[in-house]
């Protein structure tokens, strides 16, 4: 064979494998669509036997009031055994339908992150739409007269490699997340992730999927890294929520946009993002990334800062939540981090430098307050010390403002765990109990008398 018949055959495998995902996301997407067709018709038919069940009542009490109304008066045997073999039906029908209800309700309580799953759906689906198009562009070019052979094999291992490989790979991660997330375990990590997620971005923004990789992905996936998924490796999900806002600066965070090159270079970018989930996270943040995902030892990449300069980000924006009237116990936290990272540097041997310009630090932290994005203040670590003592404890949690409700909590854990770290299991425990969306979190306590923890305003309302 030679070599035109050859890039003609992978070309046409190609396009039949993009058939292949287009074909999938649709079937997904129809079948979506068809179960909310399913859950419409159920509520107009539980609405229709109501309304009749409504209309026979009045009628089936008259008929047994014999010499007292009107239809009781005509003495009719058949009417009144029609309207009790109507009854019967209707009680009948209600039972298939309550049935039918009981078997659906879980899908209907997660409509809202189905309907992100098909927003996804349909960037894939125009993705794959695009690259179909590329490389029919592809096969129209080997098909005419005087192609350059040798330029088409090039053009097409450089399509494949930049441009259908990364969307397969994110087709194989999307749907292995999905699937992996609605096991029972993955879905709590998620779930309390895509709590965090939803005060960093906004409601519907972004879905946590468990992945190898920690990555922002596609328009808003935020893929959870192997091995983190637990819920201690929730808050490193703040790095990738800070990708988000500093792709999508223009539309988020004016102000940081602007502190920004367009685009910005990969290293100002990545410190950028650790600057963001630290300010908007926390210590917890600090705690997740020094002890899951720093390796101050390992060589980094030539175009990203050392991860010791990553570290001096996260602690100077911390520092920096700090009020100017001081926060004694906030500032022994910030001291207990400092001190844990500088002992491990001094105990695999590594310099801390290089030293991260403070004038960047206290522009970006100023750029993040003036875009008004909510961050973490000094004035929330009384609450978190509160609940941190109730983790330990087993005790009901006191109210907390739900906005605040899931930063609070995970800073809290983390404190628990770093005063019991042999109770690490159980208060993991607890802490997931306490996130869960059943709202059990802000349960009321007496001795608060009911007014919740954390009061403020929320800063950007």
């Known amino acids: 064979m030679d070599g035109k018949l050859i890039l003609t055959i992978r070309l046409d495998c190609l396009l039949a494998d993009l058939d292949r995902i287009s074909g999938a996301v649709t079937d997904a997407i129809r079948k979506r669509e068809h179960m909310r067709e399913v859950m419409d018709a159920l509520q107009e038919a539980e609405n229709a036997v109501s309304e009749l069940a409504s209309i026979a009542a009045p009628i089936g009490q008259e008929l047994a009031r014999p010499g007292k109304g009107r239809l009781g008066d005509l003495g009719n045997r058949p009417l009144t055994a029609s309207i009790t073999n109507l009854d019967g039906h209707i009680q009948a029908v209600e039972d298939r339908v309550a049935r039918i209800r009981e078997t659906i309700e879980p899908l209907s309580d997660r409509m809202v992150e189905l309907e992100k799953q098909t927003v996804l759906e349909e960037d894939l689906r125009a993705a794959t739409g695009?690259?179909?198009?590329?490389?029919?562009?592809?096969?129209?070019?080997?098909?005419?007269?005087?192609?350059?052979?040798?330029e088409l094999w090039r053009g097409y291992a450089e399509f494949v490699?930049?441009?259908?490989?990364?969307?397969?790979?994110?087709?194989?991660?999307?749907?292995?997340?999905?699937a992996m997330r609605d096991s029972a375990v993955e879905d709590s990590v998620c779930m309390v992730t895509d709590h965090l997620l939803t005060r960093m971005?906004?409601?519907?923004?972004a879905l946590s999927l468990p992945s190898r990789t920690p990555a922002f992905s596609m328009r808003a996936v935020i893929k959870l890294g192997f091995p983190d998924w637990n819920i201690w490796g929730v808050?490193?999900?703040?790095?990738?929520?800070g990708a988000s806002v500093v792709k999508h600066a223009a539309d988020k965070a004016r102000m940081l946009n602007e502190l920004l090159a367009r685009p910005p270079t990969p290293y100002a970018a990545r410190l950028a993002e650790d600057a963001l989930a630290a300010f908007m996270l926390g210590p917890a943040y600090a705690r997740a990334m020094f002890t899951f995902r720093l390796h101050p030892s390992a060589p980094s990449a030539s175009a990203l800062p050392p991860d010791t300069l990553r570290a001096q980000m996260i602690l100077s924006m911390l520092r920096l939540a700090g009020p100017p009237d001081g926060q004694d116990a906030f500032a022994e936290e910030v001291d207990q981090l400092e001190d844990f990272w500088t002992d491990l540097l001094r105990q695999l041997g590594v310099p801390p430098e290089p030293v991260l310009d403070p004038d960047f630090c206290r522009r970006l932290h100023t750029a993040l307050h003036r875009d008004r994005l909510r961050g973490f203040s000094a004035k929330n670590w009384a609450d978190v010390q509160t609940c941190a003592d109730h983790l330990l404890l087993g005790d009901t949690l006191p109210p907390l403002t739900p906005v605040d409700r899931v930063v609070i909590l995970l800073n809290a854990g983390w404190v628990?765990?770093?005063?019991?770290?042999?109770?690490?299991?159980?208060?993991?425990?607890?802490l997931m109990h306490h996130l869960r969306h059943d709202?059990?979190?802000?349960?009321?306590?007496?001795?608060?008398?009911?007014?919740p923890l954390t009061t403020r305003t929320p800063r950007g309302t």
């Open 161 to 178: 490699k930049t441009e259908a490989e990364p969307v397969y790979d994110n087709y194989v991660e999307f749907v292995a997340g999905l």
């Open 130 to 150: 695009n690259l179909r198009f590329e490389a029919e562009k592809l096969r129209d070019r080997l098909d005419s007269d005087g192609a350059d052979l040798p």
């Open 201 to 205: 971005l906004g409601p519907h923004q």
């Open 439 to 451: 709202g059990t979190g802000r349960s009321p306590d007496a001795r608060s008398g009911g007014r």
């Open 416 to 430: 628990a765990r770093h005063r019991d770290p042999l109770r690490t299991n159980v208060i993991a425990g607890r």
């Open 235 to 241: 808050p490193l999900a703040a790095r990738e929520a």
